[in-house]
């Protein structure tokens, strides 16, 4: 880890302030308890920390319709007898349900990854994290699967702008949909998902699933069994990655860093370590390109907060102690208070080597029916965002409390009616394998 990158990092307090619903798993309390942990290991000190600006309704509609994002700025809890037709239409229901804040949510989680894009357009960061981010099942018009707004798409086509080709790669325990959807007939975007395929949602990503038009052979899926772990995993994603960046030569790198795939997840069938799944985030950062770094699934959230602490001790070029420092929520991280995550010793692999071979020998056979990269013509729009940035305080300096008070925000906990460890997920669980069915 010893590779130093100048790393910005973009996080709005409000984010941990909203609610999806009373036992829902989706919780943005677990980006705050992120956040929380990076000022304690006092990570902070080596990055450049911004506020997002929000993204706009107009901004939003580079990618989604107007008529979709104006329902999600009307829709509110007390006016939903008012919009049943509507979300209907619009797939907003019990795994995407109307809250408070909704709108204002999305566009703290599209801001952070348009201005994070931004920033990396202008050259003034290596790296750029959000880990409001990730939010790839969202659809041109519809939500989907926890997400409402694609800040992903939303960010590839800010890079776009400066960039001829993005790679999108996600590492989510389910495919990115929404994301290979949107790019699926252009060569100027290759999407790679490694995912669990079969009956789970969203039922898609099969590894004949390769794309249309000019963007055939563009999406890119790994589709794999219950219980793979680092190992299985890793003896795909490191040739494919580097086959990929070898012939496609991205000018930026997208990657979706979803935690749902590691072993402990409350919605997960994986069986990855904090430590494996970090691995691919070091090997993706080794090549040296345009890098922003975004979050997604993660439903036990204690792990969530680790894994992204780690990650982003990753991306900066920093070690970090096991045991965890005391924090607003250090009584999550009980019983043993490590920044770790074990793989299960029991946990079945059903991804046989020969299952795992045949998948990377059918991917690299895909891949070679394109014989180079194809060559865009870039017109440079520049975008002008004018980030919020906290102040920095000097690394050789001893932080005080006074000081560390200025990254704060105040403390929120789940009710203990929602202790993850004693609830019952088995109704999301299956509902949100049953639109593989459809």
């Known amino acids: 880890m010893s590779s130093k990158k100048k790393v910005s990092y973009f996080y709005d307090p409000d984010v941990g302030n909203f609610q999806f619903a009373p036992h829902h798993p989706m919780k943005p309390l677990r980006i705050r308890m992120t956040h929380d942990l990076i000022l304690e290991y006092g990570l902070f000190n080596k990055l450049e920390i911004y506020r997002p600006i929000r993204a706009t309704s107009k901004e939003m509609t580079h990618f989604h319709t107007e008529e979709y994002i104006n329902f999600l700025q009307k829709i509110t809890p007390e006016h939903c007898d008012e ?20 709108y204002e949510f999305s566009s703290i989680s599209a801001g952070g990854s348009m201005s994070a894009a931004n920033k990396l357009n202008r050259g003034e960061s290596d790296i750029c994290i959000n880990w409001a981010g990730g939010l790839h099942h969202a659809k041109k018009s519809e939500s989907s699967g926890f997400c409402y707004v694609n800040d992903i798409v939303l960010g590839i086509l800010e890079l776009l702008r400066y960039h001829a080709r993005v790679l999108y790669i996600d590492i989510d325990l389910h495919h990115g949909d929404g994301v290979e ?8 975007v290759m999407t790679v998902s490694f995912h669990k395929y079969g009956q789970f949602f969203p039922g898609t990503g099969n590894y004949n699933d390769i794309g249309s038009n000019l963007g055939k052979y563009h999406a890119v899926n790994v589709p794999l069994k219950d219980g793979i772990d680092d190992e299985a995993y890793h003896s795909l994603f490191m040739p494919i990655i580097k086959h990929i960046i070898d012939w496609y030569r991205p000018g930026a790198i997208v990657l979706q860093c979803g935690a749902d795939s590691i072993n402990g997840d409350r ?15 070091e090997y993706v950062k080794s090549f040296n390109l345009p890098l922003l770094l975004l979050g997604g699934g993660g439903y036990t959230v204690r792990n969530t907060a680790r894994t992204w602490t780690h990650e982003t001790a990753i991306a900066i070029g920093e070690e970090l102690p096991l045991e965890i420092p005391d924090n607003d929520y250090i009584k999550y991280y009980a019983p043993d208070y490590i920044l770790d995550i074990a793989a299960s010793t029991t946990a079945k692999n059903l991804n046989s080597r020969e299952y795992l071979e045949k998948i990377r020998e059918r991917i690299i056979e895909n891949l070679r029916h394109t014989e180079f990269a194809p060559s865009v013509e870039s017109i440079v729009t520049p975008r002008d965002f004018e980030q919020e940035e906290y102040d920095e305080p000097d690394p050789n300096i001893r932080i005080s409390q006074e000081e560390k008070d200025k990254y704060r925000v105040k403390e929120t906990s789940l009710s203990d009616s929602e202790d993850e460890d004693t609830m019952d997920n088995s109704k999301f669980h299956r509902q949100h394998r049953d639109y593989s069915k459809d």
Do not use: W
């Not at 959807?181 to 100027?188: D, G, P, V």
């Open 83 to 102: 919009y049943e037709r509507l979300q209907v239409k619009y797939n907003v229901g019990e795994d995407c349900p109307v809250f408070d804040g909704l």
């Open 267 to 281: 919605l997960g069938v994986f069986n990855l370590s904090m430590k494996g799944h970090a691995k691919c985030i």
């Open 181 to 188: 959807e949107a790019f699926y007939s252009t060569n100027r």
